[in-house]
């Protein structure tokens, strides 16, 4: 039924910071960028901001892990863009280390280096 992480949208209030903030921490430029959403292509997969805040509640939300070659370098990366600590760099077994940010906009951003996981098929 699942085929894998395609989307993670993120709500902001201010889309235009948000898109410069996730400029800078992704250094690329959104492929898609209208006043009502703006869509980054992250290695195949979208992080999308979204301006309507209607029965948001700021931050509350599952937390997508976005794969990094480097989590303790992405992780002061991130704090370093402003982004403050959620939970710190922390090893879970198997050499795979997650930490959490939240953004300026109060979205918790996950950060996974796994070097067990590979794309099959691309897909």
Known sequence: MFQGLRTVIYHVEDLQK???WYSKALKIKPYFDKPF?????VGGY???LDPDMGGVKQ???GVAYWGVPDAKAA???LVELGAK???AVQEVGDDI???TVTDPFGNVLGIIENPHFA?????
């Open 46 to 48: 979208e992080l999308g």
């Open 97 to 99: 280390r997650v930490a």
């Open 59 to 61: 931050g509350n939300a």
């Open 37 to 41: 959403y703006v869509g980054f292509n």
């Open 119 to 123: 794309l099959k098929n691309g897909r």
């Open 85 to 87: 600590s959620h939970s």
């Open 18 to 20: 948000a898109k410069e």
């Open 75 to 77: 992780f002061k990366k």
